[in-house]
């Protein structure tokens, strides 16, 4: 089983991989898989790139815990986050509760629909 942390690159979903490294260190994970989904092909090569600086950078950072393995998927978030959970055979997915710092919102559009839709468990990570 493994733990999927969905991910937009925002600082938000940095806390939400804090949090999903954490849970998987405690259970004896040896990794977490973070997702960032991308709308087509033609985001794909620019996403790869971003994401991978992404997790050079948290690398950089410092901090402890099961590696990272980044995967980037395509298509919309909320159905992609979730398709992959199943295929990945996923007990957990930890998304942030919204990217967007200060929002109104409680829970944003994609977190909702995540929630709305999977099967799996759902931790949401406020900031």
């Known amino acids: 089983m493994?733990?999927?942390c969905g991910t937009d690159l925002s600082a938000a979903s940095a806390g939400a991989l804090e949090v999903a490294r954490a849970?998987?260190?405690q259970r004896g994970d040896s990794e977490v898989i973070l997702v960032y989904v991308?709308?087509?092909e033609d985001s794909a090569l620019g996403g790869r790139t971003k994401l991978e600086a992404h997790v050079a950078s948290l690398a950089a950072a410092g901090g402890s815990g099961p590696a990272i393995r980044a995967e980037l998927v395509v298509g919309p978030a909320d159905e992609t986050?979730?398709?992959f959970a199943d295929t990945e055979g996923s007990d957990l997915i930890v998304i942030?509760?919204?990217s967007k710092p200060g929002s109104l919102l409680r829970l944003g559009t994609t977190?909702?629909?995540v929630i709305a839709t999977?099967?799996?468990p759902v931790l949401?990570?406020?900031d």
């Open 38 to 40: 991308v709308d087509d």
């Open 2 to 4: 493994a733990i999927i």
């Open 96 to 98: 942030a509760s919204s």
């Open 111 to 113: 977190a909702e629909r």
């Open 124 to 126: 949401v990570v406020r």
């Open 23 to 25: 849970l998987a260190a």
């Open 81 to 83: 986050l979730v398709s």
């Open 118 to 120: 999977t099967r799996v």
